[in-house]
């Protein structure tokens, strides 16, 4: 994206009033609010991560520990005749792991929708920033204003050897003289504004690549948990078949 600075003398003071509204629009993209934003993003991400890890391993010792109950104590109740009372025991344990293991399952997916919606923000940012950021003319404003000064040099010490692509007479330069000068301000500023903002979308994609760092820690948590569900629904099908076979072998009494 090229800055449209016109080279007339009428032109220049509209090019320098673009170049000021992009300075404007390059210090609100990444302001010090955001930083401190993102800085709060990280410890509510590690801080969500901690608690969900604690809350897995409280769900797995819950549940390792239902696993070992049903299956040491199924015999020795059915052997006993209180396997009715043991099946009652094992839902209410159900019944209270239940509601933790959907929560679980959402709290996982909730954090990593967070840590995508912060990489989305991020994003956001450094869309506005790579049209600054990635402008081809750069180089050919260096070469640009490198014509321009040798010509102001050439008028201000009276030489007549200046660069003929300047296309006018030496003699003749101080009736765009300012203009030249506005010229360079404007050249130089879209300059600095290009390296300014080519240096934010670099930090913004060391931020966003941290975050995306984060993603398979939380793809881990997700994988811990699937061996959970899975010994969860074995012990509720197992204790859904015991409580059928006793149905049918030993009806309840009213």
């Given amino acids: 994206m090229d800055t449209p600075v016109i080279e007339a003398d009428d032109g220049a003071s509209g090019g320098l009033s673009y170049v000021l509204r992009e300075e404007a629009q390059l210090a609100q993209v990444w302001t010090a609010q955001n930083r401190t934003e993102y800085g709060q993003s990280l410890r509510e991400i590690a801080d969500r991560f ?3 890890r604690q809350h897995l391993d409280s ?3 819950q549940i390792d520990t239902l696993w070992e109950r049903f ?8 052997l006993s005749g209180q396997l009715r009372e043991f099946l009652d025991e094992i839902d209410g344990d159900m019944q209270n792991i239940r509601p933790q293991l959907t929560d679980m399952d959402c709290v996982i ?3 990593r929708a967070y840590i995508q919606e912060r990489r989305g923000w991020l994003g956001g940012k450094t869309a506005i920033l790579e049209p600054l950021a990635h402008r081809t003319s750069t180089q050919n404003y260096l070469a640009l204003m490198m014509g321009r ?3 102001l040099e050439a008028y201000l010490l009276g030489r007549k050897d200046g ?3 300047t ?3 030496h003699h003749r330069r101080h009736t765009t003289l300012p203009n030249d000068l506005l010229y360079l301000r404007v050249r130089l500023l879209t300059t600095r504004i290009a390296i300014t903002a080519s240096n934010r979308c670099k930090q913004l994609s060391d931020l966003d690549a941290e975050l995306a760092a984060l993603l398979p820690d939380v793809e881990r948590l997700k994988t811990e948990f699937a061996p959970l569900i899975t010994r969860f629904e074995a012990v509720s099908e197992l204790s859904r078949y015991w ?3 006793l149905d049918i072998t030993v009806p309840k009494h009213d």
């Fill in 71 to 78: 299956t040491i104590l199924t015999l020795e109740r059915i």
């Fill in 163 to 165: 660069p003929p692509e």
């Fill in 50 to 52: 901690q608690a969900t």
């Fill in 59 to 61: 769900v797995r010792a």
């Fill in 243 to 245: 409580s059928a076979y």
């Fill in 167 to 169: 296309g006018e007479s």
């Fill in 149 to 151: 000064v040798e010509g």
């Fill in 109 to 111: 997916d909730r954090l």
